[in-house]
């Protein structure tokens, strides 16, 4: 079967540094996403990966290691306002996007 | 803004009802995907529609049915409500259906059933 696995629920401080983790096992791979999404609204595109190594994007980036299944979201100096759900999906074998059950991230001041 | 647009945002209705959701996709994207997300949930995967086709079927019940229409905008019917059905629902779409994909969600409609 296709499993992505996330944690649940991680918690930091406001200008601190938080690393997201997500694993995989999918039919195939062709690139992950990450998404962010805040409490009510839509999911919005943080950044996609296909190829092995760190994509920067001012206070995000994300890693992704193919041979290991596993990627990560880094969100430097942190805000309040990064306080949300972040989505890792992969796109299998059939370009189908398979979506994790999201991690909620919290921001204590 | 996504580009992306869902009718109506909010919906209240009984249990055995019926109801259908709207989705107008970006201008130029033929793909549409509609998920159902429950309270604290994630994203639940329905259905995908490409120009008008069905291209990819998830987790929908036999009791939900979608369709695309030529002018690609698409609409979601649920049937015979149940209180577990209560749900926000997100329609996205897509330039393409394979390769890069990056999905564009709408606001989604928020469903309610007392």
Avoid at chain 1, 35 to 58: I, M, R
Wanted: hydrophobic residues 35%; contains cysteine.
């Amino acid at each position: 079967g296709q499993n992505i696995d996330q944690p649940t629920e991680m918690t930091a401080t406001e200008g601190a540094i938080v690393q997201i983790n997500c694993t995989y096992q999918t039919s195939g791979f062709n690139g992950l996403f990450w998404y962010q999404q805040h409490a009510g609204e839509a999911p919005t595109f943080l950044s996609y990966n296909v190829l092995d190594g760190l994509e920067e994007k001012g206070r995000f980036s994300s890693f992704l290691s193919r041979s290991k299944g596993y990627s990560y979201l880094l969100l430097k100096e942190l805000q309040m306002k990064d306080s949300a759900s972040y989505l890792c999906a992969v796109v299998d074998s059939n370009y189908q996007l398979i979506w994790g059950a999201g991690t909620k991230l919290i921001i204590k001041p | 803004d996504s580009g992306v647009t869902q009718t109506p945002k909010h919906l209240i209705t009984a249990t055995g009802q019926r109801v259908t959701l709207r989705c107008s996709p970006r201008s130029g994207d033929l793909s549409v995907y509609w998920y159902q997300q429950s309270l604290d949930q994630g994203l639940q995967f329905l259905i995908q529609y490409y120009n008008g086709e069905e291209r990819a079927k998830g987790n929908i019940l036999e009791r939900f049915s979608a369709q695309q229409f030529p002018d690609l905008h698409s609409e979601l019917n649920l049937s015979s409500l149940e209180l577990g059905d209560s749900a926000l629902y997100f329609c996205a779409s897509s330039v393409v259906t394979e390769a890069y994909n990056e999905q564009f969600f709408g606001p989604g409609t928020r469903l309610t059933v007392l």
